[in-house]
């Protein structure tokens, strides 16, 4: 078929697109253009978004974003599903290898898809270190620990080094060019800027066959941009927005999410470690996997899974070495 039949057709079909939602929500041919254009293109999406993400995404009032809302939501249904239908979608679940077996095995068998796992701790612990790993490991074959996709990184400490990636990659017969050619990186400036590249990380997920998200670090940006205790709840209320987007990537995608988290000491602890995430609450209940890592001896660090839905906690060491994570 000739490229302009091709063309014709998409353009035919957009149309089509475009229609359906003037018709359905009672909107302006324009606004059901931009509804198309981002994406918010079907009732579903529409009824469980909110009235300032859609607000924001297609440059509208919120008075008129919630009333393109109710509209779809007077359309749809609540959907609820049996646990067979959640085992289902569970088997659905695929694991990136961490490069220690002794890790992976902490973790449930690797960094798993359709979940956020963060690791916590001091600097030197080894969080960029596994992040890194990541970046090599979920393009494997699957056969071999990996999801066979690119990944998207989002430095916000400048932290990135490719250098040390195709170090990894060379210990593993693999084409240094190839395996950075596969990792679309964009570095976060401040928070807000943190959220955009998030927030327009949508495109480039389908388009990259995206498989991995990481964000090195996911905090550092609010904690500079938030200081002090008056300004705690909108950075909260924020840092929940922006986790929430990235858990929803996870599971409308079947895609793993990594994030490293920093620490502080927490005055008020008298006994034990003192050291504590940052983040709060937010961050505790939506992460699905927390890990605090900390440094050892010589080139072993230890990992404690400290929250998992359904693992129990426990620790393990592995070592960071020249070629990437080993036991």
Do not use: W
Request: net charge negative; proline share 3%.
């Amino acid at each position: 078929m000739a490229k302009g039949e091709n063309a014709s057709k998409q353009e035919a079909s957009a149309a089509s697109e475009a229609d359906d939602l003037e018709a359905q929500l009672g909107v302006s041919r324009a606004t059901a253009e931009k509804l198309r254009e981002t994406h918010y293109d079907n009732l579903e999406t529409l009824a469980t978004c909110m009235p300032q993400e859609l607000a924001i995404a297609i440059e509208m009032s919120e008075d008129t974003a919630l009333k393109v809302i109710t509209a779809a939501r007077k359309q749809v249904e609540a959907s609820f599903e049996t646990g067979n239908a959640i085992m289902e979608q569970r088997l659905k679940i695929e694991k990136i290898t961490t490069g220690s077996e002794e890790l992976d095995k902490l973790i449930g068998g690797g960094i798993e898809t359709q979940a956020i796992t963060e690791a916590f701790g001091k600097f030197g612990s080894g969080k960029s270190q596994l992040g890194f790993q990541l970046c090599v490991t979920a393009q494997l074959p699957r056969e071999q620990g990996g999801l066979e996709g690119a990944v998207l990184f989002i430095d916000t400490e400048g932290t990135f080094r490719p250098e040390r990636i195709s170090q990894m990659a060379e210990a593993r017969d693999l084409d240094p060019a190839k395996i950075l050619s596969n990792i679309h990186v964009a570095q976060a400036m401040n928070s807000d800027h943190q959220m955009f590249l998030t927030e327009k990380a949508e495109n480039l997920i389908r388009e990259k066959k995206i498989r991995l998200i990481i964000v090195d670090s996911l905090t550092a940006t609010f904690r500079s941009d938030y200081l002090g205790r008056e300004m705690l709840n909108e950075r909260q209320h924020k840092l929940n927005k922006h986790i929430h987007l990235l858990l929803k990537y996870a599971r409308n995608n079947n895609l793993a999410i990594y994030v490293t988290n920093q620490v502080m000491d927490n005055p008020g602890m008298m006994f034990g470690d003192p050291t504590t995430p940052i983040g709060g609450h937010v961050l505790a209940h939506t992460s699905t996997y927390r890990l605090y890592l900390r440094r050892s001896k010589e080139d072993r660090r230890i990992a404690k899974l400290v929250d998992s839905p359904n693992l129990p906690d426990g620790e393990c060491v592995f070592r960071v070495t020249p070629d990437g994570l080993a036991d």
